[in-house]
């Protein structure tokens, strides 16, 4: 039998009670594994054991895709008009506004964020994602081509069929939202699997998917690893597409896995090592605020975090002093204390990952100016860090380290700072600080990246698209974009009296 988990919290910020079954859904119900077992999901803020949750096989991925394809040819895809998905979709958002606290807590519970953080942005973005995309549910339409008198030529945006999607364990609700909105209004049918870190929030999100009213089937969750359940349905033969987001290495497998198989169409929303970009004539104060925020946001765990911080040398020196007096500021604490900015990182496997890179820093030169160490004795805290003196061919430099660590690096020009800021792999984002917008607009064209802010950094929104240049990914999430993801073309031509 499945379990179910029970919660009661009572924080200072949020005082109430979850309860929800913890199995696998499949087919409209909660169902064991096939193996019957469990995976432990563990509180970062303690390292405690919260529940065990049941662990999916390949065997039940293909229950999961079976059920999915039955919905797909009975009760959804092109059985289901767009009035009713909208319908459905509406119906969803409202239920998870009704829960938000509750999802937000479970957020904090198993992820590490703070409540704070998780009511402001993830539920709230992850809300606004549902209703944006139950209002394109019934507008999803193709074109007339004009040909000649004797013929009616016309497309159609048919939904692809069974998707799978893997989402990551950073902005677990969020990305879910992201996900599943153009896939289900597009007349898509879901097998998802969320993060075996972070799964409470997409298991309750199962209860409200059924109480919205979606027919069995048209949605699928499955609790697991990525080597077991994610690579199954990156390489089923009866999967048409799959979307990911989560780290380059993994995207890369998931690309040869999808090409091995049957071929099927991919997303790809992977990382990043994102410049910000600050001149001497920015706002200052503006700017050390909004550089805090691009990397230490939700603990540096973010893809788009503005990690490597170019200042100009007329105000290096300036800025560094002010930056450094934000960065101690910000408070470090349990998830559900009022004042918390940051909270633990997600996992001991995470923990140790920022460790080794902050190692990595020091063991070849790099200056520790803040920070450089654990915080607290429980737990997998971390202390926003600063690293300066930094060479361009450093690992800290160079690569993504996902947690609360920034470099701060010296530039003299536009030219030495587009050269700099372009030298990496990675092109999810960039940020620009100018009160030139001449200059600040010159310079986010230039920048080799999806997203380019300027005066901001990290502001997303559910109409407009994200996603990365070269290896940060493949298409677009997010606004009208990413309905393309999800739908086929149909080229349909009709005689009209053209007689051979």
């Keep these: ?46 390292g405690n054991i919260i529940t065990k949750v049941a662990e999916a096989t390949p065997k039940d991925v293909d229950l999961a895709v079976a059920a999915a394809h039955k919905a797909f040819d009975t009760t959804w895809g092109l059985n289901m008009g767009g009035a009713g998905r909208s319908r459905l979709l509406a119906k969803l958002a409202s239920l998870m506004e009704e829960h938000q606290q509750e999802l937000a807590a479970l957020e904090a519970l198993d992820n590490g964020k703070t409540f704070t953080w998780a009511m402001d942005v993830d539920t709230t973005f992850a809300i606004d994602t549902i209703r944006y995309y139950a209002g394109w549910a019934d507008k999803i339409h193709g074109q007339v081509q004009e040909t000649d008198e004797k013929k009616l030529s016309y497309t159609r945006h048919e939904p692809i069929g069974v998707v799978g999607q893997i989402i990551p364990w950073n902005f677990p609700l969020l990305m879910m939202s992201w996900k599943l909105g153009p896939a289900l209004a597009t007349g898509n049918c879901i097998v998802m699997k969320p993060s075996e870190f972070t799964p ?61 198989s049957n071929l099927k169409d991919i997303t790809l929303e992977l990382g990043g090592k994102s410049p910000n970009i600050i001149f001497n004539d920015a706002d200052l104060d503006q700017a050390v605020n909004w550089a805090a925020h691009g990397i230490y946001w939700n603990h ?41 900015y940051q909270g633990p990182q997600v996992s001991k496997i995470q923990y ?41 061919d450093m690992k800290i430099v160079q690569e993504e380290i996902f947690g609360p660590v920034g470099v701060v690096i010296k530039f003299e020009d536009e030219e030495d700072v587009i050269r700099q800021a372009n030298d990496t792999v990675y092109g999810l984002a960039a940020a620009v600080f100018s009160q030139n917008i001449t200059r600040a607009l010159n310079t986010a064209h230039r920048l080799k990246a999806g997203t380019a802010w300027v005066n901001c950094v990290n502001q997303l929104h559910a109409n407009v698209p994200f996603g990365g240049f070269k290896q940060s990914g493949i298409g677009r999430e997010l606004g009208a974009y990413a309905l393309n993801n999800y739908t086929a073309v149909k080229s349909v031509q009709v005689n009209l009296g053209h007689v051979m």
């Design 1 to 46: 039998m499945t379990s179910i988990f029970t919660h009661e919290f009572n924080t200072p910020i949020y005082k109430g009670k979850t309860s929800f079954n913890t199995g696998l859904y499949i087919d409209g119900k909660f169902v064991e594994g096939s193996d019957k077992t469990t995976i432990d999901v563990v509180n970062p803020a303690t």
């Design 200 to 260: 409470l929030t997409a298991i309750r999100m199962c209860e409200l998917i059924h109480e919205a009213g979606f027919p069995p089937g048209t949605f699928n969750l499955l609790t697991g690893y990525g080597h077991t359940v994610g690579a199954a349905i990156s390489s089923h033969m009866k999967v048409d597409k799959v979307a990911f987001t989560g780290s380059t290495l993994v995207g890369r497998k998931i690309m040869e896995a999808a090409a091995k």
């Design 300 to 340: 540096g765990q973010a893809c788009c975090a503005g990690s490597r911080i170019f200042v100009q040398s007329g105000i290096y020196d300036e800025f560094l002093a002010k930056f450094t007096e934000k960065t101690a500021s910000l408070k470090v604490g349990d998830p559900f204390d009022l004042d918390s």
């Design 352 to 392: 140790d990952r920022i460790m080794d890179y902050i190692q990595s820093g020091k063991d070849q030169g790099a200056t520790v100016h803040l920070g450089g160490d654990r915080h607290g004795t429980e737990g997998f805290y971390i202390k926003p860090t600063i690293f300066t003196d930094t060479t361009p």
